[in-house]
Every structure is written in structure tokens, then in C-alpha cells.
């Protein structure tokens, strides 16, 4: 098992930084990718960031030049630092990991993120 918590969220003005961090427990052994979700109002969950064990990041073409994914193994903490806020970055931040090799995915419960215009 694998356990994700989020933190980091909160009201920001358009143009401003947030960094949002997902502390992971558990089973980290097995966890092969590490991503960043977003679900705003009325609209279906999806993917922001994602990085590889190895290290490798990918990014959604809305936030590329804006949000970096990164982690710390030392702390077993992946964070999503966001510069240059949008109000269309407004959403429900979800930390996901996943084990391919034991087909398992899990969640955070999410961090609220509100960007003022």
C-alpha cells in the first residue's frame, strides 16, 4: 500500500506561486510514476505533470513554462511548484502514484487551489 498527502493549496492572485507537495508513504518501492491531477468545477479530472522514478518529467501543453514537477527521494515528497497563476488553474490538485508492475494506482485526497483574476 502506498498513502499520499497533499498539501500546499490556497488562494492566490492571478500571476502569483503556489508549490504544492504530496508526501508519500507506504510501499515506495514499487511506485514507478508520480503525477499531478487537476479537476475544476463541472469538468472531469485530468493530468497535469507526471514524473518517472528515473527522473523524467512530462508536462500538459496548458502549464508547460509555468509548473515544474519535481522530487525529493531523501524526503519522499514529490512537489508541483506553479508560477504565473491563471484563473483557469483553479481546481482540486490530486497527488496520484502508480505501480505498474502490481497494476495499482493511488490518491491523495486533493488540495483546493483558487487563483483570483
Known amino acids: 500500500q502506498v498513502q499520499l498527502v497533499e498539501s500546499g493549496g490556497g488562494l492566490v492572485q492571478a500571476g502569483g506561486s503556489l508549490r504544492l507537495s504530496c508526501a508519500v508513504s507506504g510501499s515506495i518501492f514499487s511506485i514507478d510514476v508520480m503525477r499531478w491531477y487537476r479537476q475544476a468545477p463541472g469538468k472531469q479530472r485530468g493530468l497535469v505533470a507526471s514524473?518517472?522514478?528515473?527522473?523524467?518529467?512530462n508536462y500538459v501543453d496548458s502549464v508547460k513554462g509555468r509548473f515544474t514537477i519535481s522530487r525529493d527521494n531523501a524526503k519522499n515528497t514529490v512537489y508541483l511548484q506553479m508560477n504565473s497563476l491563471k484563473p483557469e488553474d483553479t481546481a482540486v490538485y490530486y497527488c496520484n502514484a502508480a505501480s505498474f508492475r502490481y497494476s495499482k494506482n493511488y490518491w491523495g485526497q486533493g488540495t483546493q487551489v483558487t487563483v483570483s483574476s
Open positions: 514524473i518517472t522514478s528515473g527522473g523524467s518529467a
